[in-house]
């Protein structure tokens, strides 16, 4: 399998970066760019890469002008902060590469032809007053609370990219990301799933914030990543939801994590939970079957395995 076609993947040593980076690897594609400033990626991510004569890497921040000569394709935007914590901790820097960092790309796409797709979020959603959530719907949004930094980033950068389609005629694809898991989530990102697995690993107890009925869906990876490939070569340049729509409440995840580490001696804990901390959150995938014909086929159980070996690894070496 070969083609000729070459594409820059931003974000590229994070977990989902370094996933379609294999998977454009795989695919037989002549160019792989790969590009990072590695505050929240990390180059083991995609160390195996390197040999590769077809892969290169730009060790580069999007937020300033980016220069990449020679032809480029497809640009896939996956460069941001992107756990609770990171964004907390980042917010500068969330806000613009998810503005400035967007607008440079979206330069470098019109300027190449290249058609580009952008990573955004469920956050667009916010805390929704709609379940589950469809693309139509516009989102609860606080602008100014410790989430505003990412949600809005990402919302500005939905508006820009259809700015350019609209204005210049470029191609442009929006993936709308769920909760998404598998090998390679850092293991200290804060987020509930690599939280849960490394504490119940450690015989420490599980923090579960507030009382655990708050839901969320989660995506094994490689779901994730065959949805986005089929939406960029697709023609449909509107939003997509990309998750799986089982539902489980945290309490309920927590639980489940336990019972796949057999003599844990970790038990729930229960702590306060975050400001704007979203209560429910399940993505109605309609429009990813109608159009892509995508639905996800990893089940939380196969997905949890792969990544309890992982973790088991990542957290006691
Ligand atoms: N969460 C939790 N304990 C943790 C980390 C997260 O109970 O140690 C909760 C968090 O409050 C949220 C859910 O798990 O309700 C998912 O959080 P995560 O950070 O994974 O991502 P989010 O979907 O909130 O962006």
């Known amino acids: ?80 902060p992107a756990s609770p914590i990171d964004y907390l901790k980042l917010p500068i820097q969330t806000m613009k590469v ?24 469920s956050e667009v959603y916010g805390d929704p007053l709609v379940h589950p959530q469809q693309e139509d719907y516009w989102g609860n949004v606080n602008p100014i609370g410790p989430r505003g930094v990412y949600d809005e980033a990402k919302r500005f950068q939905e508006a820009l990219t259809m700015a350019y389609h609209n204005a210049h005629g470029l191609e442009t694809r929006i993936v709308r990301i769920f909760n998404t898991y598998g ?19 450690r015989g420490e107890d599980i923090t579960v914030f507030g009382d655990g009925s708050q839901t969320r869906s989660f995506c094994y990876v490689d779901d994730l990543v065959e949805g986005i490939y089929r ?32 003599g844990t001696k970790s038990k729930l804990s229960f702590h306060p939970l975050p400001k704007d901390d979203p209560q ?5 995938i309609t429009r990813a079957k109608e159009v892509l014909g995508w639905e996800p086929k990893f089940d939380r159980k196969q997905g949890l395995a792969i990544t309890l070996a992982y973790f088991r690894k990542a957290v006691l070496g």
């Open 1 to 80: 399998m070969h083609n000729d076609k070459s594409v820059l993947i931003t974000g590229a040593a994070g977990f989902l970066g370094s996933h379609l980076c294999d998977r454009f690897i795989a695919e037989g594609y002549s160019k792989v760019i790969g590009m990072d400033n590695l505050i929240t990626g990390d180059i083991r991510n995609i160390e195996h890469l390197f040999k590769l004569e077809q892969f290169e890497f730009y060790h580069h921040d999007v937020s300033n002008y980016v220069h990449v000569p020679g032809q480029l394709d497809y640009i896939l935007h996956f460069a941001s």
């Open 98 to 121: 998810g503005s400035l960092g967007t607008h440079n790309l979206l330069g470098l796409a019109k300027a190449k032809k290249a058609r580009m797709l952008i990573a955004s979020t």
């Open 183 to 201: 090998p390679r989530m850092r293991v200290d990102d804060g987020r509930a799933l690599p939280a849960f697995f490394s504490q119940a690993l």
């Open 231 to 262: 939406l960029l070569l697709s023609d449909y340049h509107l939003p997509v939801n990309i998750g799986n729509p089982d539902e489980i409440t945290i309490k309920e995840f927590g639980e489940e994590i336990l019972s796949l580490i057999p």
């Open 280 to 284: 429910k959150r399940r993505p109605d």
